[in-house]
Antibody, heavy 116, light 106 residues
């Protein structure tokens, strides 16, 4: 069974940092492109970042470029998102999702709350 | 690419047909459009990819159509578990999602 489990969310002050993790199982992680997608409470979905299967190419939404870093550890079947210089508008549920283009499996998300 | 979904809310009864539309601000071709079902507290679920293809396990009451800038998700006969928010997504360029259509029980 394919499983993606996010962790690392929490409450942080503006300007702070967090590292989100996505632990996966049930599939060959190293062959899939992976993504982070977020949902602001009460709003729609927003693509945040993607990384190729080998981790050699990353792409980011303009809203997070320069502040967020996506990475992966294929030996540990894990995906990460380092989020720095957090803003109130970064408050959202962050989902990891598998696959290029139209991700076919998603985790249940981890909530990041940015508040003073 | 901006995706605009309509209607914002669709109030229907089980057994009825649901038709959801998604319009793109520029062409996304005919293979770079997906639809997701999302229920509160759950992971989004892919129900249509490449405009009209269904992933394994998605019932055939779900169908997708369209090309260019206009796309449709049709649920032929609503089951109780189909009531949810549905998002379209394009991946012709940097991925974007529509704002969602809520399918609610009438």
């Amino acid at each position: 069974e394919v499983q993606l489990v996010e962790s690392g969310g929490g409450v942080v002050q503006p300007g702070g940092a967090l590292r989100l993790s996505c632990t996966t199982s049930g599939f060959t992680f190293r062959v899939y492109e992976m993504n982070w997608v977020r949902q602001v409470p009460g709003k729609g979905l927003e693509w945040v970042a993607s990384i190729t299967s080998r981790g050699d190419t990353q792409s980011y939404a303009d809203s997070v470029k320069g502040r967020f870093t996506i990475s992966r550890d294929n030996a540990k079947n894990s995906l990460f998102l380092q989020i720095n210089s957090l803003r109130v508008e970064d408050t959202a549920v962050y989902y990891c999702a598998r696959g290029l283009g139209s991700p076919d499996f998603w985790g249940q998300g981890t909530l990041v709350t940015v508040s003073a | 690419i901006v995706l605009t979904q309509s209607p914002g809310t669709l109030s229907l009864s089980p057994g009825e047909r649901a038709t959801l539309t998604c319009r793109a601000s520029q062409s996304v071709g005919n293979t770079y459009l997906a639809w997701y079902q999302h229920k509160p507290g759950q992971a989004p679920r892919l129900v249509i990819y490449s405009t009209f293809s269904r992933p394994t396990g998605v019932p055939d009451r779900f169908s997708g159509s369209g090309s260019g800038t206009d796309f449709t998700l049709t649920i032929s006969s609503l089951e109780p578990e189909d009531f949810a928010v549905y998002y379209c997504q394009q991946y012709a360029k940097s991925p974007t999602f529509g704002q969602g259509t809520k399918v609610e029980i009438k």
